[in-house]
């Protein structure tokens, strides 16, 4: 099964994507699941995971009522407020929908860049890993340090790195993230998404700017701790669906079948499908 592990869905007048604002012009618009389905049977792709876009639980309920009537949508990772005293009653509420897989904070946009860290928070990660629920962590390459100490606090969680921790490719300035990639692939059992990447490389999306952040992702985490993710529809800013498609099948040419594989639906499956993980 080939698996997109990261698309988004929206609807405007739900009224609660802040930062959603008419400048954004090519995805200032609804996107639902009729706009990804022709997308999807061209590129082949069995099955996806809908993450969250709103930090509101009403809209992890609207992402689990279209997954509830499009059979495709294998999962949806949501949002709960992580620091509220009922947050573990709202996992246990919305994990009765079996579509439900997990948890995105959006740290990237939290003024603390240690917010990670918050003590007040120790409980519900582990109740995440009771209940094997995934953790995806929105982070930029600042956050990276903080982030390895959370999994080394928390060893057991679930965890994968969305967009590949959004390194400063236009600038080519990678070197410190390299490094704190490097740190949590050897310390953590952490996944990380080959996703977001060409809204990263400024004007210059191509091959030869993308190939070093995922050159290095694949000698750090290798391939069966990496999944392919069209950020779709936030990719229109700077591709298309299937031009990002066959990129990142450019960049892993050189793997093998199984390897392959893995990363365009394996590793998914086995990270949010599998609650034998």
Not at 36 to 65: G, N, R
Not at 190 to 196: E, I, M, T, V
Request: proline share 5%; glycine share 6%.
């Amino acid at each position: 099964m080939r698996i997109d592990s990261h698309q988004h869905f929206w609807r405007l007048k739900r009224g609660d994507y802040g930062w959603l604002t008419p400048e954004l012009g090519a995805i200032y618009r609804d996107f639902e699941p009729a706009d990804l389905e022709p997308l999807l049977k061209q590129a082949s792709i069995d099955a996806t995971i809908a993450v969250q876009a709103s930090d509101t639980v009403a809209e992890t309920e609207f992402l689990l009522s279209l997954a509830e009537r499009t059979p495709w949508i294998a999962g949806v990772v949501g949002w709960v407020d992580m620091e509220a005293t009922d947050a573990i009653a709202t996992l246990d509420r919305l994990a009765r929908n079996p579509k439900f897989k997990g948890v995105r904070p959006m740290i990237q946009g939290l003024a603390d860049d240690d917010w990670i860290l918050r003590p007040a928070l120790d409980r519900v990660f582990s109740a995440l890993v009771e209940r094997s629920l995934t953790f995806d962590a929105l982070v930029l390459p600042r956050h990276l340090p903080r982030l390895l100490k959370r999994l080394e606090r928390t060893p057991e969680l679930a965890c994968v790195i969305d967009h590949g921790a959004k390194p400063h490719l236009a600038t080519g300035e990678i070197g410190q993230w390299k490094s704190d990639m490097a740190a949590i692939a050897a310390n953590t059992e952490a996944f990380c998404k080959l996703s977001g990447l060409v809204t990263e490389a400024g004007a210059d999306v191509s091959i030869e700017t993308i190939r070093p952040a995922t050159d290095h992702l694949l000698q750090t985490f290798g391939p069966s701790r990496l999944m392919f993710g069209s950020d779709w529809p936030v990719l229109n800013l700077a591709s298309s669906y299937l031009d990002w498609l066959a990129m990142t099948h450019e960049l892993t040419a050189r793997l093998t079948v199984e390897e392959r594989s893995g990363i365009f639906g394996g590793n998914a499956a086995r990270f949010y499908l599998d609650t034998d993980r």
